[in-house]
């Protein structure tokens, strides 16, 4: 039911993709809306909302309950009070807009549903929810994969519906659901570090997997003290690479608690991609370096500085066992090897590129009716569930 139907209604609907960006736009309707906009948005010529007209864009400042100034913002009228219906345009900053979705929750409005979309209208269902959901993918792979999940969907169901194994069709409807989380692979980055000792060019690689320059760069071990967020992906998954401070032991109180940082990030990534240097003269701190840190579980290990030296069998075998299999020799420098890195991490964090392929629930709604379908015993009631995921129950 729309909000426009309920007296005293209101919702909100952020319309922008999530994460870092220039510019958030939130939508805002309904009479609850009407009471945010008097209580948290002041018009920088101090009109009333009663006074807004449709067309009408101005500045204004966002407060917060105690009427502190949380941005400064543009306002874009769609329609008039009472039935409100506003785009506030804020700064792209994720906490931001969290706070600002606080304060309209606070105000009584809700989330408008992700099931169906107002930006692309359409009377099927799943293209419905597929548009949706579109601005939340991250990637363009991801795009094209929530695309074409809408066909897949659709033909899994309707040879489901036509099949006369009830137990199979069960178990479709049960690996349908699961696949849900994989849009989530594209809508939510893998945290990743890069990790290793000072000076094995992890702030390099960085600016190479960025394709900029996002980290400073010297031969002075102990430069980086702090970490850098490089938002980037690899095949077509988002993912931040974490530019970390060098691994050692340390009597500089700056670069102590840069370590430290870093071992924290190590804890909460959702992988790790050691960075060692293949050069003779760093032998000595690779071993140390490998048996302090042996037990710690990677998802690549980049052998770093291959246009200086290749990898030698020594320091091969100085490699932990869970490594040996995840080694791929790069170039920060000449941007050697960044494709094969690139293709290791995600498929060792559990991206597999065969799921892809499958067709998969891509939003709440689905996996639910699906999940109800795979564990209800009655084939009336399952062929309702699948009907459902139609919205021709």
Excluded at 52 to 66: H, K, N
């Amino acid at each position: 039911m729309s909000a426009e139907a309920v007296p005293g209604s209101g919702e909100y609907q952020v319309l922008t993709s999530p994460g870092p960006a220039a510019i958030a736009v939130i939508r805002v309707r309904g009479r609850q809306g009407l009471a945010f906009v008097e209580r948290h948005v002041r018009p920088r010529d101090t009109r009333p909302v009663v006074e807004w007209q449709p067309g009408a864009v101005f500045r204004a400042e966002l407060v917060d309950g105690d009427g502190a100034p949380l941005d400064d913002i543009l306002v874009s009228v769609h329609a008039p009070a009472p039935a409100l219906d506003v785009r506030l345009h804020l700064h792209g900053n994720p906490w931001l807009v969290r706070r600002c979705t606080e304060l309209l929750h606070d105000c009584g409005l809700r989330g408008a549903s992700e099931d169906r979309t107002t930006l692309w209208p359409t009377a099927d269902v799943l293209e419905a929810e597929a548009w949706a959901r579109l601005p939340h993918m991250l990637t363009l792979r991801g795009a094209r994969w929530l695309l074409g999940q809408v066909g897949r969907l659709r033909t899994a169901i309707t040879a489901l519906l036509d099949s006369p194994d009830l137990e199979a069709v069960r178990q479709s409807c049960a690996a349908i659901a699961d696949r849900v989380a994989v849009v989530d692979w594209f809508a939510h980055p893998l945290r990743v570090v890069l990790a290793g000792p000072p000076n094995a060019g992890k702030s390099t690689l960085a600016n190479a997997l960025a394709d900029r320059r996002v980290s400073i760069v010297s031969p002075l071990p102990g430069t980086t003290r702090d970490w850098v967020e490089v938002p980037g992906e690899a095949l077509g998954f988002p993912v931040t690479w974490l530019d970390t401070a060098g691994l050692r032991e340390s009597t500089d109180t700056l670069e102590r608690a840069g370590v430290e940082r870093t071992h924290r990030l190590i804890r909460e990534a959702d992988g790790v991609v050691m960075v060692l240097d293949v050069t003779e003269q760093a032998g000595l701190v690779q071993a140390r370096f490998l048996n302090a840190y042996r037990d710690l579980a990677v998802a690549c290990v980049a052998l770093n500085k291959i246009d200086l030296a290749e990898p030698t069998a020594p320091l091969l075998g100085l490699l932990p066992p869970g490594w040996r299999d995840r080694v791929t020799p790069v170039s920060a420098v000449q941007r050697r090897g960044l494709e094969a890195l690139c293709e290791m991490v995600p498929a060792n964090l559990g991206r597999s590129a065969a799921q892809l392929d499958a067709p998969a629930a891509f939003t709440v709604r689905q996996a639910q009716l699906l999940s109800e379908a795979a564990t209800n015993p009655d084939r009336n009631a399952v062929r309702a569930r699948l009907l459902q995921v139609f919205d021709v129950a």
